[in-house]
Structures are given as C-alpha cells and as structure tokens.
C-alpha cells in the first residue's frame, strides 16, 4: 500500500509519509483505528503532505526505493513489537516508530494536524488493551 501511495504521486522513494498513508489506508488495523480516534483521516494526511515540495519523480516501470527515514522506522518497528512484549510487528509497531522518526515527513504531518507522539501513544495502548 505504501508503494502505491508512492507510485499515485509519480515519486520515486518510499518515504515515512507513504508509510503513514499506507498504514490509514489499510483501515482495519490498530494503527488505523488510533489515527482515526484522533480524526485523522487520509484526505488530511494527504492535504498536509502536497504542500510539501517533491524532486524524485519515477517513469512508469521504475522501481521505487525505500528512504533511509523509511528504513530506520521499519528497523524501530522491530524495537517497538519486542518492547510491547510482540512476537511480530504489526500496524501499531509501525506507526510507533513513526513517531521516532522525528525528522520524516510524516511525524511532520502528524505534529501539524496537532498530534503528539505522546497523544498517539497513548491512543494506541488504549486500543491495544482494549480501553
């Protein structure tokens, strides 16, 4: 889902913000269910995101590549899944680990509609023990 969401916006990287996309967009999972407690939805993610200037554009056939802030979040997941005591990581790894990524873009969106990594955490645990 991330590389589609790469791919609709003829961008040859894969970076956080298509992660974050991909992981509303997927909608039934942990991480989906916390952004959209916080009424994040996929058209603000998405608004908040094209005001953001892109240079990698990819022809038709291209492979897209991951991004080195897409590579340390999926790394962090790992981190995130084994903290919380999880033999596998899932949506709400991922979208954990987003948040550690400070300098990708999309914390950056998140920080702009007016989350914080502390509010999402939270929301998440919430979900995660069934509150």
């Not at 894969?14 to 407690?37: D, F, P, S």
């Not at 094209?50 to 999926?74: F, H, M, W, Y």
């Not at 680990?97 to 645990?125: E, N």
């Amino acid at each position: 889902m991330a590389q589609q969401a790469a791919t609709e916006h003829n961008e040859g990287q894969l970076g956080t913000e298509h992660l974050l996309i991909a992981l509303h967009r997927e909608g039934h999972g942990v991480a989906a269910q916390a952004l959209q407690a916080l009424d994040i939805s996929s058209d603000k993610i998405l608004s908040k995101l094209q005001t953001v200037p892109r240079i990698n554009s990819v022809e038709p056939g291209d492979e897209v590549r991951l991004t080195a802030r897409a590579k340390k979040l999926l790394r962090l997941s790992l981190r995130e899944a084994k903290e919380l005591g999880h033999g596998l990581v899932d949506t709400e790894h991922l979208l954990l680990a987003l948040l550690r990524v400070s300098d990708g873009l999309a914390s950056q969106c998140l920080k702009d509609l007016g989350v914080s990594p502390h509010q999402l955490r939270q929301r998440i645990i919430m979900i995660l023990s069934g509150v």
